[in-house]
Nanobody, 115 residues
Framework: VQLQASGGGLAQAGGSLRLSCAVSGSIFRINDMGWFRQAPGKQRDLVASITNIGNTNYADSVKGRFTISRDNAKRTVYLQMNSLKPEDTAVYYC??????????WGQGTLVTVSS
């Protein structure tokens, strides 16, 4: 199973970026899909997640600014990030979980927000 993340880059504070993560390989069904982030010297934390029926969960720090969505036919999860802040700077990782609780990670994409 491979996860290919894209869409990271440099943005100014107040700007927007959209991350995508496409899943390929032998995974019959995907339950939860999510985005995590890890800033330098910090642990990896959940940013947002979405279940296979569309229920979403967000970290308090991104509520109202980020939106997670998924396209099950394309096996892709998205993260629309608006009103970006310098503290959003991190490496963003996508994650998917199969019904047997196996978990897969993407390679990470760097998001840098300048003030």
């Amino acid at each position: 199973v491979q996860l290919q993340a894209s869409g990271g880059g440099l943005a100014q504070a107040g700007g927007s970026l959209r991350l995508s993560c496409a899943v390929s390989g032998s995974i019959f069904r995907i339950n939860d899909m999510g985005w995590f982030r890890q800033a330098p010297g910090k642990q990896r934390d959940l940013v947002a997640s979405i279940t296979n029926i569309g229920n979403t969960n967000y970290a308090d720090s991104v509520k109202g600014r980020f939106t997670i969505s998924r396209d099950n036919a394309k096996r892709t999860v998205y993260l629309q990030m608006n009103s970006l802040k310098p503290e959003d700077t991190a490496v963003y990782y996508c994650n998917v979980r199969a019904p047997d609780w196996s978990s897969y990670w993407g390679q990470g994409t760097l998001v840098t927000v300048s003030s």
